[in-house]
């Protein structure tokens, strides 16, 4: 059973770019949730994704958005890159039933904003 | 506002003996709890939850109290192991919504000295 991969692992940008992380869920799983993990800080909910549309939004501007693919791998974008995006962005695969709440995540990508 | 706080930024114990972890909750509609231990550089590794139909879960040397009209859960470990040496966050959903967004607090930094 493969589990949650994201790439790249780290990535320097500057202000006003553009950036696209991906992830790949574990095998079975059909949710992708993406969290956003500033330094001393627990990962804040950006978005969710359920057989590929939006399936719950946290508190995040437009410029942040998503892509869920028919595997149920994932893209998060983000546009008008800002210093305070700098982060660990985390990706966590789940399976959408009742009675499963666990969500598995990857190992994150360090996006750093200079 | 923080609707999961975890109150203590770090926690010091000595291999053998009993770490406790706290955290507490101010959102009546979280009714599943888990933890998660992250280690550098790794994504959030799921350890042990409970529902709120249950005050204890057990697994290994891993216990989860949850005591609902104080709003306050704990992780207990024992013997604790210098391995277990990581970041902790507690983590809560409510079960009833639409999508299966976590809340996390902001993390223990546990340190078991060997």
């Known amino acids: 059973e493969t589990g949650v991969t994201q790439s790249p692992t780290h990535l320097i940008k500057t202000r006003g770019q553009q950036v696209t992380l991906r992830c790949s869920s574990q095998?079975?799983?059909?949710?992708v949730s993406w969290y956003q993990q500033a330094l001393g800080q627990g990962p804040q909910f950006i978005f969710q994704y359920y057989r590929e549309e939006e399936n719950g939004r946290g508190n995040f501007p437009p410029r942040f958005s998503g892509l869920q693919f028919p595997n149920y791998s994932s893209e998060l974008n983000v546009n008008a890159l800002e210093l305070d995006d700098s982060a660990l962005y985390l990706c966590?695969?789940?399976?959408?039933?009742?009675?499963?709440?666990?969500?598995?995540f990857g190992p994150g990508t360090r996006l750093t904003v200079l | 506002d923080q609707q999961v706080k975890q109150n203590s930024p770090s926690l010091s114990v000595q291999e053998g003996r009993i770490s406790i972890l706290n955290c507490d909750y101010t959102n009546s509609m979280f009714d599943y709890f888990l933890w998660y231990k992250k280690y550098p550089a790794e994504g959030p590794t799921f350890l042990i939850s409970i529902s709120s139909i249950k005050d204890k879960n057990e697994d290994g040397r891993f216990t989860v109290f949850l005591n609902k009209s104080a709003k306050h859960l704990s992780l207990h470990i024992v013997p604790s192991q210098p391995g277990d040496s990581a970041v902790y966050f507690c983590?809560?959903?409510?079960?009833?919504?639409?999508?299966?967004?976590?809340?996390f607090g902001k993390g223990t930094l546990l340190t078991v000295n060997p």
């Open positions: 983590a809560a959903k409510n079960s009833g919504g639409s999508n299966y967004k976590l809340t």
């Open positions: 966590a695969s789940s399976l959408a039933t009742r009675n499963y709440n666990e969500q598995f």
């Open positions: 095998s079975g799983h059909n949710t």
